[in-house]
């Protein structure tokens, strides 16, 4: 595990990087000159993504030319099992952005051996910088920042997303989505997975669960939640891989009545083990 100084040291580095593709997203708002789909239908990428990545990949190469990445829109550079490895997601939330709707967001993680260790999310909308590194807290704009304290399901406001796949997939999260809508005060369907995750962090939100999701996606808001007091698992509460493309992301209390609803509710089985078929 990185040091306490060593962290710090990448945690000042990311934020130059986030505070750098912020500015970027904000030069480009409302005035993209294009945006395509990538493959699959609805998963859009603009040139502010490219921009806002770019801008990332370049500081990081500045201060630490030696590192590993796996960015959304470039792919891994760097070596296949490295010690430090950062996934960054230039802008999460790019359909809301393409609406000019303006939850969307700048997230870097860092993994260290596999384990995400570092976060640093963007909002530039809100001017909201949320940056965790374990061990050292979770903080927004420098405050520190803790989860909620709800503790039964029928109190809770949730959040979930549902994957690009979605239309092609029996488990596209929908009858998960139904049925704790009826068992919450609410499920919120943000559009930006590391919104979703911040929101948990800081108590806005009560939990959060997601299929389909890519390490980008959430390497970064695993730390903010596990650092200001939450728990994140696999749905079944085994523990959580970067690359299963599940979360379950709670305020710690809510977490086994969370997993109960997603284990009855999901039609295929445990829900863990088909992400990968
Ligand atoms: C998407 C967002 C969305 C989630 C999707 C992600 P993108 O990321 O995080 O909330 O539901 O699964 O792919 O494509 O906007 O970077
Ligand atoms: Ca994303
Ligand atoms: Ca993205």
Same mark, same amino acid.
Request: negative net charge; charged residues 40%; aromatic residues 4%.
């Given at each position: 595990m990185p040091s306490p100084q060593k962290l710090q040291t990448f945690l000042d580095i990311a934020t130059e990087a986030a505070l750098a593709a912020g500015a970027v997203l904000q030069q480009c708002w409302g005035k993209l000159d294009s945006i395509e789909e990538k493959? *699959? =239908? +609805?998963?859009l990428v603009t040139n502010a993504d490219r921009a806002a990545e770019a801008e990332i990949l370049k500081i990081l190469g500045r201060h630490l030319p030696n590192h590993a990445i796996l960015a959304e829109e470039s792919g891994q550079m760097g070596g =296949? #099992? &490295? %010690?430090y490895l950062w996934a960054i997601d &230039? #802008? %999460?939330?790019t359909t809301n952005y393409a609406h000019q709707y303006p939850l969307y967001a700048v997230s870097i993680g860092l993994l260290y051996q596999g384990t995400p260790v570092l976060g640093v999310i963007f909002s530039p909308f809100f001017q909201e910088l949320y940056r965790a590194a374990s061990g050292l807290g979770a903080t927004c704009n420098r405050q520190p920042i803790c989860v909620s304290k709800t503790t039964s399901l029928e109190k809770s406001l949730l959040a979930t997303g549902f994957a690009y $796949?979605?239309? +092609? *997939? %029996? $488990?596209?999260n929908y009858a998960e989505f139904c049925r704790l809508t009826h068992l919450s005060q609410g499920v919120r369907r943000g559009g930006s997975a590391a919104l979703d995750l911040v929101f948990v962090a800081c108590g806005r939100l009560d939990g959060y669960w997601e299929r389909g999701l890519s390490p980008w996606d959430v390497a970064a808001g695993v730390v903010l939640v596990q650092e200001a007091g939450g728990l994140v698992t696999?749905? $079944? +509460?085994s523990t959580f891989q970067v690359d299963s493309g599940r979360i379950l992301a709670t305020n710690r209390h809510l977490h086994l009545a969370l997993g109960e609803v997603l284990k009855n509710t999901c039609s295929l089985g445990n829900p863990d083990q088909y992400e990968l078929a």
């Open positions: 493959g *699959r =239908s +609805g998963d =296949s #099992l &490295p %010690d &230039p #802008l %999460d939330g $796949d979605r239309h +092609g *997939r %029996d $488990d596209n696999a749905y $079944d +509460g």
